[in-house]
């Protein structure tokens, strides 16, 4: 299994659309996870951390499901400019361990 | 001004050749990592330093060597370049209480 999975998609939606992400992680010590938002040819940058009890910022809410090991992302309202591909990041705390990436989940937002 | 930059930000290279890829920051993160992206693909990481002193081998780091000369410095080098090794490449820093990364914007590098 690998250590995070998304399912890479594309995920074609409509403008104003809500639209969610899965991502699964292997390792149940794991203690910070991200969402992080990536344009085309371009660097990965921090959409938005995840915490225990869930979090909202505008549009996006991220939640954590640790019994079950997965993160989810939901966009509402989805904006053209949402297209992009989104990285489930996991980072295990607490000594020299590094940080894991998932491959992405695509999404387009169609006029 | 960027907080994490990399040069060259494009790079076109023969195989056989060797080349240096840097990275600096100005976060004063300790922690810094070398990624590369092909297309299709997510990143995968090629070495990561946790501080000037701790080098280590990422999932594919054949091919590869870095130099860590500075907590602000980290560069790649491909020793002897060949055409699979065509790729994006990252440089990042982590730091906070929650290791966020912030990455460089990328060098697109093209062997030939």
């Known amino acids: 299994r690998k250590e995070v999975e998304q399912d890479p998609g594309p995920f074609n939606v409509p403008e104003g659309a809500t639209v969610a992400f899965n991502c699964t992680y292997s390792n149940s010590a794991s203690q910070s996870f991200f969402w992080y938002r990536q344009d085309c040819r371009k660097e990965p940058k921090l959409l938005m951390s995840v915490y225990s009890s869930g979090n909202e910022d505008g549009r996006f809410t991220a939640q954590l499901n640790r019994a079950s090991q997965y993160i989810s992302l939901l966009i509402r309202d989805s904006k053209l400019s949402d297209s992009a591909t989104y990285l489930c990041v996991v980072n295990p705390t607490g000594g020299y361990q590094k940080v894991t990436f998932g491959t992405g989940t695509k999404l387009q937002v169609i006029p | 001004d960027a907080d994490v930059t990399q040069t060259p930000r494009n790079r076109i290279t023969k195989t056989g050749k060797r080349i240096m890829l840097e990275c600096s920051q100005t976060k004063g993160h300790d922690r810094m990592y070398w990624y590369r992206q092909d297309p299709g693909l997510g990143l995968r990481l090629i070495y990561y330093?946790?501080?000037?002193?701790?080098?280590n081998k990422g999932e594919i780091s054949d091919g590869y060597s870095v130099s860590r000369q500075a907590q602000a410095k980290f560069s790649l080098s491909l020793e002897s370049a060949i055409p699979n090794q065509t790729a994006l490449y990252f440089c990042?820093?982590?730091?906070?209480?929650?290791?966020?990364?912030?990455f460089g914007p990328g060098t697109r590098l093209l062997v030939l």
């Open positions: 330093s946790f501080d000037v002193k701790d080098i």
């Open positions: 990042a820093t982590s730091g906070g209480a929650q290791e966020t990364q912030y």
